[in-house]
């Protein structure tokens, strides 16, 4: 189980970015694109938005589990970038169906930490899933690999949240 300062590090990582790598699965064998994503309301699920135009789509939705990859920023300072704190997030996916209340709160919250993509609401081919989390790997550089349930991350991320002190 990863420490305090650790899952303090893992709910940073995620909570302050919006950009993540997603790894798939399709006919040809793995994809791995370049994503946003946003939390949903509660920290249980991360939200997709993706146009059925992309091959990342078209994989989820034959094979609904995906992983995203989200990592320290790496810098001048940085001497070796395998010292870069780094989260790995595998789960299930779902659509989110547009005439659900579920698409509404989801919408909600991805526009709030993503405004610029409101256009993309309005384009047919935009779909909105949610991932969730079944396992999360941290590394925190070497020998600091922990691995996290599912719902042990949605708890950390519901806590970072929350913190005032973050």
């Given at each position: 189980?990863?420490s305090?300062e650790?899952?303090?590090?893992?709910?940073?990582?995620?909570?302050?970015?919006?950009?993540?790598?997603m790894?798939?699965r399709?006919?040809?064998?793995?994809?791995?694109?370049?994503?946003?994503?946003?939390?949903?309301?509660?920290?249980?699920?991360f939200l997709?938005?993706?146009?059925?135009?992309?091959?990342?789509?078209r994989n989820?939705?034959?094979?609904?589990?995906?992983?995203?990859?989200?990592t320290?920023?790496d810098?001048?300072?940085v001497?070796?970038?395998?010292?870069?704190a780094?989260?790995?997030?595998?789960?299930?996916?779902?659509?989110i169906?547009r005439?659900?209340?579920?698409?509404r709160?989801?919408?909600?919250?991805?526009?709030?930490?993503?405004?610029?993509?409101?256009?993309?609401?309005e384009?047919?081919?935009?779909?909105?899933?949610r991932?969730?989390?079944v396992e999360?790997?941290f590394?925190?550089?070497?020998?600091?690999?922990?691995?996290?349930g599912?719902?042990?991350?949605t708890?950390?991320?519901?806590?970072?949240?929350?913190?005032?002190?973050?």
């Amino acid at each position: 189980m990863p420490s305090d300062e650790q899952l303090h590090l893992i709910a940073t990582l995620i909570l302050e970015q919006r950009w993540c790598a997603m790894a798939t699965r399709g006919r040809d064998g793995p994809l791995a694109s370049m994503v946003a994503y946003a939390l949903d309301d509660g920290a249980a699920g991360f939200l997709l938005h993706l146009s059925r135009l992309a091959p990342h789509t078209r994989n989820l939705l034959e094979h609904a589990s995906a992983s995203l990859v989200l990592t320290q920023v790496d810098g001048e300072d940085v001497d070796d970038p395998q010292t870069l704190a780094r989260v790995t997030i595998t789960g299930t996916v779902e659509v989110i169906a547009r005439d659900s209340n579920s698409y509404r709160s989801a919408r909600h919250a991805y526009l709030q930490r993503l405004p610029s993509s409101a256009q993309l609401f309005e384009f047919a081919d935009f779909m909105l899933f949610r991932l969730r989390p079944v396992e999360a790997r941290f590394v925190g550089g070497f020998a600091q690999a922990h691995k996290l349930g599912g719902d042990a991350l949605t708890t950390c991320l519901r806590d970072a949240a929350t913190d005032p002190l973050r």
